[in-house]
């Protein structure tokens, strides 16, 4: 095989790499920032917040610049499109795009003469686009639950209880608030669905890895709930896309990418996914016994699933696994939010806050829990105004070091034991991983085994991932090649530690009930 393309549409640029997936290196990788390149948009981050209610909307037709921009910009840094064999992408979840029904006939059409932004400007029904970051449709969350018979039946059902930021809550929002806009709209597509649509010139299926994140699809059957889609809108069924496999290829590249860039016409085309169960592949732990956790602004949880398997406490979600099956993410706001705010409360640098506070305190601080939900967190749904001690007291600098980071890290043992994943390690990336100490306690408070990742963008890598295996490629060696671990990374949990945590954590559920 020659060379993949893989793409990624997050909410502050575009991004590309080109694989080689023989030799296992990364021959080139660009990327366009929105604010930055695209400043006419007036989208300084990639999205409008100034919408009443928590409404956040981007522009689809800024999105549709940037990809001519950066496909141009690659083509004339020397990029040999005519040697890529298959392309895929990633596309930030939950974002969704509304489309007249002249899509597919203006996307068989396109010219190579004229850019992609003018040619489609007239498809689009609505001409913004509500991203994973809009919290507006809390009373349509509401209104879906009680139609379907509540949030265990509406989790059961699609993975998720009905949550503000999903797809369907967003249509059900457009269809009370703009029905003539609605009932122009011909087809609604994600923004993985929507690309991949544009790479391969006629409007495709939308992935099971993405559809999941909708609230609308049915995680056994893998198709839409006709029950969910009823109580979102009326005639939904009729404007959504099908549900197709991840791996699905979806025809040679369009015309358009051919004569205006270079493009082989024997270029495969396969279905995009979102970031996250991209980024499962690109994090090589698309297969059961690896758990992922990122730790950022907000922590994430990210573990393929033997089985189908929803948590009927409602923490987490079950997305389609892009590769085969599905797979779990559980978010807690309260990552390096939480992190910062004691490093800064007692004048610490990162240095500081492993040499002289973490180092200097014992394992399981002497029986000293902390909730350290600084802000309001979403697992558990908690507002306690501020963290909470189990003990009144000051506690100083070492006690409080370690007790934000058990805290944090028992709050995720405590609220992924329902995936019931037989984990033989922990795959650790994000900022904070490369601080020795705070990967001590994780793998500490886990009892495993934990690996730093070395992957410059995991969503883009895979996407690239995704469209060579689609192809025939052997996932395991193409993990081998492009996901990897970090040279003397590797973290092993000390001994007596495991027998500590394992007694904390019962106090600590009792510790999070109380409240």
């Not at 979806?250 to 051919?258: L, M, N, Q």
């Not at 610490?348 to 014992?362: C, I, K, M």
């Not at 802000?375 to 003990?391: H, N, R």
Request: charged share 20%; aromatic share 8%; net charge negative.
């Amino acid at each position: 095989m020659s060379l993949i393309l893989g793409l990624d549409l997050s909410t502050q640029s575009l991004s590309a790499v080109v694989l080689d997936s023989t030799k296992g290196v990364i021959v080139t990788s660009d990327s366009v920032n929105f604010g930055e390149e695209l400043p006419h948009y007036g989208q300084v981050h990639g999205f409008d917040d100034s919408g009443e209610g928590g409404e956040v909307h981007a522009n689809p037709l800024m999105w549709l610049e940037a990809l001519d921009l950066l496909l141009e910009r690659m083509k004339e840094g020397g990029c040999s499109f005519s040697e890529i064999s298959a392309v895929s992408g990633s596309g930030q979840q939950h974002g969704s795009v509304y489309l007249r029904k002249c899509f597919a006939q203006q996307l068989a059409r396109l010219s190579p003469r004229h850019d992609l932004k003018n040619q489609l400007a007239s498809c689009l029904a609505r001409d913004s686009s509500p991203i994973w970051m809009d919290s507006s449709t809390l009373a349509e969350c509401a209104e879906i639950t009680e139609a379907v018979g509540g949030s265990e039946q509406v989790c059961a059902k699609s993975g998720s209880i009905a949550i503000e930021r999903f797809t369907g809550p967003q249509i059900r929002k457009f269809a009370k608030n703009e029905p003539e806009a609605y009932h122009q709209t011909g087809t609604i597509h994600l923004v993985s669905s929507f690309f991949a649509s544009i790479m391969a010139g006629k409007s495709l299926a939308i992935d099971h890895g993405d559809a999941a994140g909708m609230n609308l699809m049915n995680l056994s059957t893998k198709d839409w709930d006709l029950e969910l889609v009823e109580a979102t809108a009326e005639q939904l069924m009729e404007k959504l896309p099908p549900c197709a496999s991840s791996a699905t290829q979806s025809g040679p590249i369009s015309s358009y990418f051919v004569e205006k860039y270079g493009f082989s016409p024997t270029c495969e085309t396969v279905l995009w996914s979102g970031d996250n169960p991209c980024s499962l592949v690109g994090m090589g732990a698309a297969s059961p016994g690896k758990l992922v956790i990122s730790l950022g602004t907000s922590d994430t949880l990210f573990a393929a699933l033997p089985e189908l398997k929803t948590n009927p406490s409602a923490y987490g979600h079950v997305f389609g696994n892009p590769i085969e099956g599905y797979m779990s993410l559980i978010c807690f706001k309260n990552g390096s939010l939480a992190r910062e705010a004691v490093k800064e409360q007692f004048g610490l640098s990162w240095s500081d806050f492993e040499s002289r506070a973490l180092s200097r305190s014992v394992i399981g601080n002497d029986g000293l829990l902390m909730l350290p939900f600084y802000e309001p967190e979403i697992t558990p749904k908690l507002d306690l105004g501020g963290a909470l001690f189990s003990e009144d007291g000051d506690h100083g600098a070492q006690r409080t070091v370690r007790a934000v980071l058990e805290g944090q890290f028992l709050n995720m043992r405590v609220h992924s034991d329902w995936l019931g994943v037989d984990l033989k390690e922990i795959y650790l990336t994000g900022g904070a991983s490369e601080n020795d100490g705070i990967a001590q306690v994780l793998a500490n408070v886990f009892g495993l085994p934990v690996e730093r990742l070395e992957v410059p963008g995991s969503a883009v890598i895979g996407a690239a991932l995704r469209a060579a295996h689609a192809l025939g490629e052997n996932l395991s060696d193409l993990e081998e090649k492009f996901c990897k671990t970090k040279a003397g990374g590797r973290i092993e949990p000390e001994n007596a530690a495991k027998a500590v945590y394992d007694r904390m954590v019962e106090p600590f559920r009792l510790f999070l009930a109380e409240q």
